[in-house]
């Protein structure tokens, strides 16, 4: 065998590996994003009655049934945050939607998120990056006379109540710490960070008048439902312009105490978005 044909021989067995390297690159399937059975994502109708805030998110472990929700809060739970931690156009938060999905059979909790997701990529062409953003915050820390509940024992019932009372606003539900600070996120002026150290569920019952520090409270709302956790119901006006705020009633209730600080956030920004989102 001369020298020319040991150099052929050696191109050919080299061209052979490579060929296979490459099919076994190539051939290989990617991963596929989980998604729904079937979806429909459609812009909301106009309320009856304007002054009035209607949400309503499902229960039904077979079926995402979303009504006249903003694609913020659709985002949020997607990506497993909190309305703050979204930062997009202004529309995100005006224009609303009805979102029906079907959940294929034997499917995991944890993957409807990412279902979510890929609706949001699909629909809205929905385009994020992730960031941290120091901003001002609430944390949420043991006040000096002593935290003052005892944990539940069992499982929690899963249900959160947010309402206007007779005296001004009331809360209540059997929660985590971390969980009321979450739900405190979502009512006051900046995110509440919980830094008390304490673990356990706990039976959580406030009442306080609405202040300067609140977002959106004196806004006529009701929420029906929620899912693991969630769920909320709010109706009516506050009565009593003299009451106690909800620094105060957490203070005196709890034994807790709200720390203005500033902390860097999580913050998912939105790039791109459709407002006007494919058909179904």
Request: glycine share 10%; hydrophobic share 40%.
């Amino acid at each position: 065998m001369n020298f020319m044909m040991l150099q052929t021989i050696r191109v050919n067995v080299c061209a052979g590996l490579a060929l296979l390297t490459a099919g076994a690159v190539f051939g290989q399937t990617p991963a596929t994003a989980p998604a729904f059975e079937v979806a429909s994502v459609k812009p909301a109708p106009p309320p009856a009655n304007p002054g009035e805030l209607k949400v309503q998110i499902g229960s039904d472990p077979g079926m995402i049934d979303y009504k006249n929700v903003s694609l913020k809060m659709v985002i949020a739970r997607a990506y497993d945050l909190k309305e703050f931690q979204v930062s997009g156009p202004d529309w995100l938060d005006t224009t609303r939607f009805d979102i029906m999905a079907k959940v294929p059979p034997n499917t995991p909790k944890s993957q409807i998120p990412l279902m979510l997701q890929s609706l949001l990529a699909e629909r809205f062409k929905l385009k994020v990056h992730r960031e941290q953003k120091v901003m001002p915050v609430y944390a949420m820390v043991v006040a000096k006379s002593g935290f003052k509940l005892k944990p539940l024992e069992g499982e929690p019932e899963g249900r959160m109540r947010n309402m206007f009372s007779p005296k001004g606003r009331a809360f209540s539900g059997q929660m985590t710490l971390s969980a009321l600070a979450a739900a405190l996120s979502q009512m006051l002026d900046r995110p509440v960070v919980d830094l008390s150290g304490i673990k356990g569920t706990y039976d959580i019952d406030l009442e306080w008048v609405p202040d300067e520090h609140e977002s959106g409270a004196l806004t006529k709302m009701r929420i029906m439902g929620g899912q693991a956790g969630g769920g909320a119901e709010a109706h009516g006006e506050t009565s009593d312009p003299n009451g106690q705020s909800i620094f105060g009633a957490l203070q005196e209730k709890l034994g807790l105490r709200l720390e203005g600080r500033k902390s860097p956030v999580d913050i998912l920004v939105v790039d791109g978005a459709e407002k006007v989102p494919t058909e179904n």
